[in-house]
């Protein structure tokens, strides 16, 4: 089994930044590939950002706002948010899975977080 927690949502004026952090423990053997996705309300939730061994694939719109990285001496993955808008408000999850392939797909991953709240706004 695999514990995702994630941390570091808020309530951030536009144009501001957020950095969320997601600490894994348990089978890290299932958590080769790792990623964000989000959910606003009313909507679907929707990939956001992956990395597998260093390689980073991220959905169009995020345009060099954020990055995501990881940790693996502290078994956290990293979420960087810069010049937040309102509509980046959302619920966000850390997912792991084992598909690079599968990489922006909810399928591909097989362990999901609780979701931290990110609010854009004045």
């Known amino acids: 089994q695999v514990q995702l927690v994630e941390s570091g949502g808020g309530l951030v004026q536009p144009g501001g930044s957020l950095k969320l952090s997601c600490a894994v423990s348990g089978r890290t053997s299932s958590t080769s590939v790792m990623g964000w996705f989000r959910q606003a309300p009313g909507k679907e939730r929707e990939f956001v950002a992956s990395?597998?061994?260093?390689?980073?694939y991220y959905a169009d719109f995020v345009k060099g706002r954020l990055t995501m990285s990881r940790d693996n001496a502290k078994n956290t993955v990293y979420l960087q948010m810069n010049s937040l808008k309102p509509e980046d408000t959302a619920v966000y999850y850390c997912a792991a899975g084992r598909s690079w392939y599968r990489r922006s797909s909810k399928d591909g991953y097989d362990y999901w977080g609780q979701g931290t709240q990110v609010t854009v706004s004045s």
């Open positions: 990395v597998w061994s260093g390689t980073t």
